[in-house]
């Protein structure tokens, strides 16, 4: 069963003491232009270093001018933008307890540098509560909600003075419903974060280095001509020595007991750790068609 009706959009000039600012179609220039004017729903997983695709350094060198900002036109977008209503449409018969209704861009009452611009917003037919509801899409599909995303609707529902969202996904073709509750200690941390990226905007101060591919690329992107010209390191370059050394060292002793893994895996494709009664897959191999194996090292918990 489909539910092919269109959904209304949200016109009311304020919305809990939150400012529309415009109803645009996602992508057009007019979009893109109050996207520039604060701190998005989608900025703040990488101000908080959650977006292992891109880092805060990155993000301000894009918003300050300093490095091109490319259109994001790949299939993953193609798809995650072709099949959101759809997606939404399946919640709403999911859940026909909810009124849901698309939202354009709006500003924090209070911090007018928080924007934010989700993918529609739900209302209870019987207590009136409204609710944030976004949507994705994965190729993989997840064990928990990325932090990234659960970053996201917090900060819609700080934006919009809400206690509820849910993020509703189709992640590896499995239908995923997550909900998260507001955290008054979490926003008010979000906050001050963005506050502080909107001040290195503002002022055009970079942030903080972090140690994340992201920012290596971006920085490279800075400074694309080469003079024949030097610079004195200083401790920069003891530092730089003693980083390469150590990180030798380490890609060694990596290698070695990646080897040692390997051999004691032998033909199996995953290997094990116990923890208490649990066990715990650490490594796996894996190939392309009749390619050599290699080891995929599982990171974190």
């Given at each position: 069963?489909?539910?092919?009706?269109?959904?209304?959009?949200?016109?009311?000039?304020?919305?809990?003491?939150?400012?529309?600012?415009?109803?645009?179609?996602?992508?057009?220039?007019?979009?893109?232009?109050?996207?520039?004017?604060?701190?998005?729903?989608?900025?703040?997983?990488?101000?908080?270093?959650?977006?292992?695709?891109?880092?805060?350094?990155?993000?301000?060198?894009?918003?300050?001018?300093?490095?091109?900002?490319?259109?994001?036109?790949?299939?993953?977008?193609?798809?995650?933008?072709?099949?959101?209503?759809?997606?939404?449409?399946?919640?709403?018969?999911?859940?026909?307890?909810?009124?849901?209704?698309?939202a354009g861009t709006y500003r924090h009452p209070l911090h007018p540098?928080?924007?934010?611009?989700?993918?529609?917003l739900a209302r209870h037919r019987e207590t009136g509560e409204w609710?944030?509801?976004?949507?994705?899409?994965?190729?993989?599909?997840?064990?928990?909600?990325?932090?990234?995303?659960?970053?996201?609707?917090?900060?819609?529902?700080?934006?919009?003075?809400?206690?509820?969202?849910?993020?509703?996904?189709?992640?590896?073709?499995?239908?995923?419903?997550?909900?998260?509750?507001?955290?008054?200690?979490?926003?008010?941390?979000?906050?001050?974060?963005?506050?502080?990226?909107?001040?290195?905007?503002?002022?055009?101060?970079?942030?903080?280095?972090?140690?994340?591919?992201?920012?290596?690329?971006?920085?490279?992107?800075?400074?694309?001509?080469?003079?024949?010209?030097?610079?004195?390191?200083?401790?920069?370059?003891?530092?730089?020595?003693?980083?390469?050394?150590?990180?030798?060292?380490?890609?060694?002793?990596?290698?070695?007991?990646?080897?040692?893994?390997?051999?004691?895996?032998?033909?199996?494709?995953?290997?094990?750790?116990?923890?208490?009664?649990?066990?715990?897959?650490?490594?796996?191999?894996?190939?392309?068609?009749?390619?050599?194996?290699?080891?995929?090292?599982?990171?974190?918990?």
């Amino acid at each position: 069963m489909t539910d092919n009706r269109h959904f209304e959009t949200l016109t009311d000039a304020t919305f809990n003491e939150a400012t529309l600012l415009g109803n645009h179609a996602s992508g057009t220039k007019e979009w893109h232009g109050l996207r520039r004017q604060g701190v998005g729903g989608s900025d703040v997983g990488t101000i908080l270093g959650l977006n292992p695709w891109e880092s805060a350094f990155g993000l301000w060198a894009k918003r300050t001018g300093q490095i091109v900002d490319p259109p994001v036109d790949n299939w993953s977008v193609r798809f995650g933008n072709a099949f959101e209503e759809p997606i939404l449409k399946m919640w709403a018969v999911e859940h026909p307890e909810y009124e849901i209704f698309l939202a354009g861009t709006y500003r924090h009452p209070l911090h007018p540098y928080l924007l934010a611009n989700p993918d529609a917003l739900a209302r209870h037919r019987e207590t009136g509560e409204w609710i944030v509801v976004e949507v994705k899409t994965a190729r993989s599909s997840w064990y928990e909600l990325p932090p990234a995303y659960h970053a996201q609707v917090m900060h819609y529902m700080t934006v919009f003075g809400l206690k509820s969202a849910t993020v509703v996904a189709v992640a590896g073709w499995n239908w995923q419903e997550h909900v998260v509750e507001f955290d008054e200690f979490e926003s008010e941390a979000q906050v001050a974060a963005c506050r502080r990226f909107w001040d290195h905007l503002e002022q055009v101060v970079k942030p903080e280095w972090d140690g994340s591919k992201a920012t290596y690329e971006a920085q490279r992107q800075l400074n694309p001509n080469i003079d024949d010209d030097q610079v004195d390191l200083d401790d920069l370059g003891v530092a730089l020595l003693e980083k390469q050394r150590l990180f030798d060292v380490a890609e060694a002793e990596l290698l070695q007991v990646k080897s040692e893994v390997l051999d004691r895996m032998g033909k199996a494709r995953h290997g094990v750790i116990k923890e208490g009664e649990a066990t715990v897959r650490v490594a796996s191999r894996q190939a392309r068609g009749n390619g050599t194996p290699w080891l995929v090292i599982k990171k974190g918990k």
